[in-house]
């Protein structure tokens, strides 16, 4: 027996998966591509040839046009930051005032977004990011047309005011500059200074055009950078009145902007997500989800106009508000791949992500693949010589998710109909003590003719079991996030196979005389239906699992014994199987701790329970102990 527990050591020390180290690399790349960047009011375009390089080590971008440097920027990218410097710098080229389509634009963020180099997973797709939201309970094409010229005028006010904001700054340093040290010059440069720490912490500061004016005027200088302060002047108080009218005309509609978003990903699904929505007062509303919501399939991405998030405030005093996930989630360019129809990013949390300014999220896919969940564990009944129960047995298990769609039930619960797929299998008795499941026979002999059955009991041909397989195919999830728990209900069918023993019987003079012992292999067929199992999620270290299966086991013989259901309530002398015999039932506890931040590995302890329907104290059970870990494919 010390063989034996030794051997499991050594699996539970050896086989969780390690960790892999790789050192930092000084990557430098550089790209061109050419671009066709379209006029946002006149339709008209332009041709760039854009050339970019990217620094790993400082982590920065350094745009060109034609060879010609055009603006740098630093990670991590910021789109607004980036929109205002390829206009400033478009229209500084060109001597023009114009604003560039936001698709346009976009599709050069997104060239420079690529760039940057990651070692550790592969991307799976981009999230888009929605930056404005209103209150409006019904969804429709209107609303979401609305919504996007909105954010269309705002953002080109937003850019223009920038580009006079970065015109005036640059005057102010200019004139900086070619100030002297004198005492009459002292006030000039603390007015310029002022100025420029006024224009550094405010979005939207006022321009004073009676102390700008001032500037050059105690020592009677007149500078050309003082007259193009004036003339820019109006050009920024215009710019900046528009995008406070722009502001007021979205509070009217009750348009308000996203300020950041929260979002876990977990098993194919959104499991939390959360919004912070500025309101009519100034202050924020979070708005969450109130189940998990399917992140998989390209009809979970439709669903997304239809699916709603709710104010984290009572209902019951009034708070009703609501939005659509899809201005959240405005849209995700999924990456395709070879052999999936899986789109769900690895599990993953994106904290405080801030829309206006990095509205684009890649999403990675696991680099390494799980294929299946093992388990290596230990029956203590086992430990008994007499016992049947396996000292060391080994599991694997794959789930397959297939529909991923919720639909609300109440106010925070869901429910899923065929949501998932679980496959498994387990060797059962790898050592060899009590590896035969010996027959009965009462050896009833009429008319020197054995007429009794070889038979054993249907929770015998599970106890005994060496080898089994089987699949679970769930029908109904209903989902309680506030109480922590989800409970399942699953249709499963399973194999299991198992050696039996009897003895070759000879009939002399009317009497059964014993000869040769014989083995040979049984094969069973359980249908579970249905199995009942429940949830807690607590936390994510520690989980539970309470289950109960109403088993219906068919044994196929070839006429060699009989399955019955009792050795004390049976018929043993007849032939034909009982209608109990093929029914039992199952009560199933499992405990499972995390040992490691990545969720690569898991002790667990699990209680099975099993008595035969007809007869309650036809009974066994199973105590397991074990280690559960990920049998993974490391994808290069």
């Not at 527990?5 to 086989?15: D, H, P, Q, T």
């Not at 339709?43 to 440097?69: C, E, H, M, P, W």
């Not at 999830?477 to 699953?490: H, I, Q, R």
């Not at 359980?526 to 044994?555: C, D, K, W």
Request: aromatic share 12%; hydrophobic share 35%; charged share 20%.
């Amino acid at each position: 027996m010390k063989s034996y527990l030794l051997y499991l050591f050594f699996f539970l020390i050896v086989i969780p998966v390690g960790k892999v180290f790789s050192q930092e690399k000084d990557i430098q790349i550089t790209q061109t591509k050419k671009f066709t960047v379209y006029h946002a009011n006149d339709g008209g375009n332009i041709v760039l040839n854009l050339k970019a390089t990217y620094y790993s080590k400082g982590d920065t971008f350094t745009v060109f046009k034609d060879d010609q440097r055009m603006f740098g920027l630093s990670s991590p990218l910021n789109l607004r930051e980036f929109r205002d410097s390829i206009t400033h710098s478009l229209n500084n080229t060109s001597f023009t005032n114009e604003f560039f389509s936001e698709y346009s634009l976009n599709e050069i963020f997104l060239w420079l977004y690529l760039f940057r180099v990651d070692d550790k997973e592969p991307n799976i797709g981009f999230l888009n990011l929605g930056t404005i939201t209103n209150h409006d309970e019904n969804n429709s094409s209107a609303r979401v047309f609305l919504l996007d010229s909105m954010r269309n005028i705002i953002n080109h006010q937003r850019t223009v005011f920038s580009n006079n904001k970065k015109a005036v700054v640059s005057l102010l340093n200019q004139y900086k500059s070619k100030i002297g040290d004198s005492n009459k010059e002292s006030s000039d440069k603390v007015l310029i200074n002022n100025f420029l720490q006024k224009f550094h912490d405010e979005p939207f500061p006022k321009l004073d055009s009676a102390a700008l004016y001032t500037i050059g005027q105690k020592n009677k200088k007149t500078s050309p950078e003082n007259n193009l302060l004036k003339v820019s002047s109006p050009a920024y108080e215009a710019a900046r009145k528009n995008v406070s009218d722009a502001n007021d005309a979205l509070r009217v509609m009750n348009i308000f902007p996203i300020e950041k978003v929260s979002i876990q990903f977990e098993r194919g699904y959104i499991e939390r997500i959360q919004a912070w929505v500025r309101n009519r007062t100034g202050g924020t509303d979070i708005y969450e989800n109130t189940f998990a919501i399917g992140f998989s399939s390209i009809n979970n991405l439709k669903a997304f106009q239809r699916t709603k998030l709710f104010m984290r405030k009572s209902s019951q005093i009034g708070f009703n508000s609501c939005i659509f996930l899809s201005d959240v989630i405005g849209n995700y360019d999924n990456l395709l791949d070879l052999y999936t129809r899986d789109y769900s990013p690895a599990d993953t949390v994106i904290n405080f992500a801030y829309p206006e300014e990095m509205p684009l999220i890649s999403l990675k896919k696991e680099r390494n693949i799980r294929l299946f969940d093992g388990k290596i564990f230990t029956d203590l009944g086992g430990i008994d010589q007499e016992s049947p129960n396996g000292l060391v047995q080994v599991e694997i298990c794959r789930r397959f998710n297939l529909n991923t769609y919720r639909w609300q039930a109440g106010e925070r619960q869901d429910v899923g109909a065929f949501s998932y797929l679980n496959v498994y299998g387990a060797l059962s008795k790898i050592e060899d003590k009590n590896k035969v499941l010996p027959l009965h026979n009462q050896n009833t002999v009429i008319n020197n003719t054995l007429v009794s059955p070889s038979y054993t009991t249907n929770l015998d041909l599970r106890r005994y079991e060496n080898f089994s397989m089987g699949v679970d195919l769930n029908a109904l999830l209903y989902d309680f996030p506030d109480m922590k728990f989800t409970a399942y209900l699953d249709f499963g069918i399973r194999y299991g196979h198992v050696v039996l023993g009897d003895t070759i019987r000879n009939i002399v003079g009317g009497i059964v005389a014993p000869g040769k012992d014989t083995s040979f292999s049984g094969h069973t067929v359980t249908l579970m239906l249905p199995r009942i199992s429940v949830e807690i999620f607590q936390e994510r270290r520690v989980g539970l699992v309470m289950s109960y299966n109403y088993n219906h086991t068919y044994a196929f013989t070839n006429n060699q014994f009989k399955q019955i259901m009792s050795y004390k309530k049976s018929d043993l002398n007849n032939i034909v199987t009982e209608r109990a015999a093929r029914n039992s039932h199952q009560l199933e506890l499992l405990l499972r701790v995390e040992t490691s931040e990545k969720n690569n590995g898991q002790i667990f302890f699990r209680s099975r329970f099993f008595w035969q329907q007809g007869d309650a104290n036809t009974f066994f059970s199973q105590i397991q102990v074990g280690y559960a870990y990920n049998i993974i494919y490391r994808n290069n």
